[in-house]
């Protein structure tokens, strides 16, 4: 039975808009995907871990979050064991965008945790462990997630609970095959250099399927992807970083997709050599935008991020943009405690995540953006064509817009080959939703490309993903949709 | 005319063994080589160089290093400007190794300096524009180093020299092709978390060759490598970084090779395909290795270094190990400005990088290292076999060596394929010269593997040091030699 969701005063906090996958036509997803990839099922379990959520939230003044305290010296928001995150603040100073010096508060969280997705090969067919996973800032509180997450803190059992299921997979010394295993990093906007581990094991033998937990197929997780806030962020970061050829890290290969997936995936996605660009000349691009800006930044007291008020229920900024960060407590009993309170992020607005997709010689391209977000651990990262906090620029003339934005904004709607709401990561942001917005390029290839903008493959972002700190979350999820997007044709 | 050194008392300072390239025999190489290789003329060349660099170096006490000043609070050596780099504490804490925690000098030096190679393809053969240049720290005061080797500083002129030769090649705006262009670390022992801008430019059009200048080709740099401290350690670090393919930044195809370089290199490097460990695996691997050591550093003043300490030449370690920083004057009339002083380092002992060789299939692999060093920006890169300072392991019990130490040192001459004493860094390491070795190995391939260490093929490497801080410099430097040996066979 999942609460209602009390309302503080006063405060966009609790408002975020929701457009939940309850208020689809799922008649229409169902009658779109043929009877095999049993998209119906998936979502009546979904479902039903949802109803079995004993949980309840409710909103708590930031000086009554349990074993978290405000240091006094700084006003950072900090966990008395000195563990999980802080809420510190940024100074930040970059000649990168219109405002040159903000400080901000920001998520301290130097722990690396594991996003670990258990994969199998049945009959040709790849299936990967999802686990209908609940957190406390998730819309509808349940969606699929990696068959791990879990912080260092939670496998060291700094909250006593139990180590997470199937941990054991991705720890050294398994029997089973590492196939990926890369330090990719989160919310630049909002974490101070976070990385997680996301790592795709492809599991030897059988495994038990416990409780919570189910093999998907690719296919049914592409389908699933076009839902509002089912996949979660981890997951779709995980699927990002999967690799098309038969498990070989390189680039897929037509025969290896043909062999290897069963799926039109094989027709479109292609060799590097196929694409406008060489990956030498993106590597050299993307590490042109980094010396070309500058991104200095400094740990200051919470307490002295200026334009930022606190109040008893909330850190705010002035305007009222951007953030908020609040304290909700948490009463359930399936996870791995009974129950707990921390601080959240919610945001004030939506965001807009978009890819521009193009076909050059047959071959899916993407037109993607170096990025310069303040928590970066390397000034630049690439990330979607366009993305922002889409009221923050309602008040700006169309020029002062962020680049691009008119070629996501002014499309014809057959050119829309993907629209959903995702949320981010449960566990650190309340009800953060994010349009994900994939669109189709008809006009001239290079008039669209400038200083912070290039053309690259499909197949060229997938490898990149591979590498640390190339490419940003919400570039990783939007891979992701693309997948989806060429898998699933414009069906 | 190069003057003589003095000695300043009681220290091993100024006593780095020479082995330089006059004490070589010359004749040797030169029958080595073919006529059109051309050895002999370069090497004359550089002689001349040398002889027409007017320089004097003079040690000077740590007090009197002009423009330099030591921080009265924290006894840091920094710069009047602020800029070049500084000499500060570092405080360590790791679970690497057999100790815990130290503290020590480091070279904190923040801005990223251009290391940039043009290059040109004439009639098949790859050539680029060297330039012999003098560096204080050089054995040799004159080593071959890349076209352009310019730290912010030199560019932004603020020590008022002219802007360096060919910088305009590798500014934004060029009208040359950008082939490579990656940030890659330096000494991870001596500098924190530097990098450098490594910088291949394909030059469109002609170029006049400027007085220190001259084009080299491929083959005639392989076979200087073989020469003690003739190749200064950007030079090899940026030729590491050249793609044997036909300028795509893609793994070389045998067609590729053999089409774009007439060199044997062409039937030994293969496409990963071919190699024992996928590259999926071997990133994997690292990533691994990267969350298994803890790595956590905290600049301290340099005055609180524990273990060290200031006398008014030199800052040293009490048991005479790992290196001391000291003074040093220069006067010269050819470089950007005639004279100036600076703090360097020198080591107290040689070094020792050295990498086993095997051939899988027919393809060259080299058996890599997972180290952890201080100032690595993360945790681990991917080191050479062996690397280590040679006489501080040898009060250790055999057991207590650097791992595969033996591979190296207990071997049959007719196996060591490479061997020569090269320099690093002669702006901020005084005559530092280190041993790099290249030994082939033909046991079980198995049991010299270890969690810290696996097999990968040159063109993996090859394909590595095209991502950012994967390779250390020491392997970057091997690698380079590595495909001198590839390409010279074992002549």
């Given at each position: 039975?999942?609460?209602?969701?009390?309302?503080?005063?006063?405060?966009?906090?609790?408002?975020?808009?929701?457009?939940?996958?309850?208020?689809?036509?799922?008649?229409?997803?169902?009658?779109?995907?043929?009877?095999?990839?049993?998209?119906?099922?998936?979502?009546?379990?979904?479902?039903?871990?949802?109803?079995?959520?004993?949980?309840?939230?409710?909103?708590?003044?930031?000086?009554?979050?349990?074993?978290?305290?405000?240091?006094?010296?700084?006003?950072?928001?900090?966990?008395?064991?000195?563990?999980?995150?802080?809420?510190?603040?940024?100074?930040?100073?970059?000649?990168?965008?219109?405002?040159?010096?903000?400080?901000?508060?920001?998520?301290?969280?130097?722990?690396?945790?594991?996003?670990?997705?258990?994969?199998?090969?049945?009959?040709?067919?790849?299936?990967?462990?999802?686990?209908?996973?609940?957190?406390?800032?998730?819309?509808?509180?349940?969606?699929?997630?990696?068959?791990?997450?879990?912080?260092h803190s939670n496998y060291d059992r700094v909250h006593g609970?139990?180590?997470?299921?199937?941990?054991?997979?991705?720890?050294?010394?398994?029997?089973?095959?590492?196939?990926?295993?890369?330090?990719?990093?989160?919310?630049?906007?909002?974490?101070?250099?976070?990385?997680?581990?996301?790592?795709?094991?492809?599991?030897?033998?059988?495994?038990?399927?416990?409780?919570?937990?189910?093999?998907?197929?690719?296919?049914?997780?592409?389908?699933?992807?076009?839902?509002?806030?089912?996949?979660?962020?981890?997951?779709?970061?995980?699927?990002?970083?999967?690799?098309?050829?038969?498990?070989?890290?390189?680039?897929?290969?037509?025969?290896?997709?043909?062999?290897?997936?069963?799926?039109?995936?094989?027709?479109?996605?292609?060799?590097?050599?196929?694409?406008?660009?060489?990956?030498?000349?993106?590597?050299?691009?993307?590490?042109?935008?980094?010396?070309?800006?500058?991104?200095?930044?400094?740990?200051?007291?919470?307490?002295?991020?200026?334009?930022?008020?606190?109040?008893?229920?909330?850190?705010?900024?002035?305007?009222?943009?951007?953030?908020?960060?609040?304290?909700?407590?948490?009463?359930?009993?399936?996870?791995?405690?009974?129950?707990?309170?921390?601080?959240?992020?919610?945001?004030?607005?939506?965001?807009?995540?978009?890819?521009?997709?193009?076909?050059?010689?047959?071959?899916?391209?993407?037109?993607?953006?170096?990025?310069?977000?303040?928590?970066?651990?390397?000034?630049?990262?690439?990330?979607?064509?366009?993305?922002?906090?889409?009221?923050?620029?309602?008040?700006?003339?169309?020029?002062?817009?962020?680049?691009?934005?008119?070629?996501?904004?002014?499309?014809?709607?057959?050119?829309?080959?993907?629209?959903?709401?995702?949320?981010?990561?449960?566990?650190?942001?309340?009800r953060q939703q994010n349009k994900y917005v994939i669109v189709?390029?008809?006009?001239?290839?290079?008039?669209?490309?400038?200083?912070?903008?290039?053309?690259?493959?499909?197949?060229?972002?997938?490898?990149?993903?591979?590498?640390?700190?190339?490419?940003?979350?919400?570039?990783?999820?939007?891979?992701?949709?693309?997948?989806?997007?060429?898998?699933?044709?414009?069906?």
């Amino acid at each position: 039975m999942v609460s209602a969701i009390p309302v503080p005063p006063a405060n966009t906090l609790w408002h975020a808009k929701m457009r939940s996958y309850d208020q689809l036509d799922h008649a229409a997803f169902a009658s779109a995907a043929d009877d095999s990839t049993g998209l119906d099922d998936v979502l009546a379990w979904l479902e039903a871990e949802r109803a079995e959520v004993s949980c309840e939230l409710e909103p708590v003044p930031l000086d009554e979050i349990a074993r978290w305290r405000t240091d006094t010296a700084t006003g950072d928001l900090v966990h008395d064991s000195g563990r999980f995150f802080a809420i510190r603040g940024l100074d930040v100073t970059t000649n990168y965008g219109p405002v040159e010096r903000w400080s901000q508060p920001i998520i301290d969280q130097p722990e690396v945790g594991v996003l670990g997705l258990l994969v199998r090969e049945v009959r040709g067919v790849t299936q990967v462990l999802i686990q209908a996973k609940m957190e406390p800032g998730n819309i509808n509180l349940v969606q699929l997630s990696p068959t791990v997450q879990a912080t260092h803190s939670n496998y060291d059992r700094v909250h006593g609970g139990a180590a997470p299921r199937y941990l054991e997979h991705f720890l050294a010394g398994t029997r089973d095959r590492v196939r990926v295993d890369v330090l990719q990093s989160e919310q630049g906007a909002r974490f101070l250099r976070k990385r997680n581990r996301n790592m795709i094991v492809e599991v030897i033998g059988d495994v038990p399927v416990h409780e919570g937990f189910r093999w998907l197929t690719l296919r049914q997780l592409h389908r699933l992807l076009r839902l509002d806030n089912v996949v979660n962020m981890d997951l779709r970061s995980v699927l990002s970083c999967l690799q098309f050829s038969r498990w070989s890290a390189g680039m897929p290969t037509r025969s290896d997709l043909l062999a290897g997936q069963h799926s039109p995936l094989a027709h479109s996605v292609l060799a590097p050599d196929d694409a406008l660009h060489t990956s030498g000349e993106l590597l050299a691009w993307s590490t042109d935008a980094r010396m070309r800006y500058r991104l200095n930044t400094r740990i200051v007291p919470l307490s002295e991020v200026s334009r930022w008020q606190r109040d008893k229920w909330h850190i705010a900024h002035e305007d009222g943009l951007y953030f908020t960060v609040g304290g909700v407590a948490v009463r359930m009993a399936s996870r791995e405690v009974s129950g707990w309170m921390q601080p959240v992020i919610a945001p004030t607005h939506e965001g807009l995540a978009a890819m521009v997709l193009t076909s050059i010689n047959g071959v899916p391209h993407a037109l993607m953006q170096a990025k310069l977000e303040a928590g970066n651990r390397d000034v630049v990262e690439i990330a979607p064509t366009v993305q922002c906090i889409t009221r923050n620029y309602q008040h700006l003339l169309p020029e002062e817009r962020p680049e691009h934005l008119s070629l996501v904004t002014d499309v014809a709607p057959e050119h829309v080959l993907f629209d959903a709401y995702q949320s981010e990561e449960g566990g650190r942001f309340f009800r953060q939703q994010n349009k994900y917005v994939i669109v189709e390029y008809h006009g001239d290839l290079h008039a669209v490309e400038s200083p912070n903008h290039r053309w690259m493959s499909i197949g060229q972002l997938k490898n990149l993903v591979l590498y640390s700190n190339y490419v940003n979350v919400e570039a990783r999820s939007l891979l992701a949709c693309a997948c989806a997007v060429i898998e699933g044709g414009n069906a």
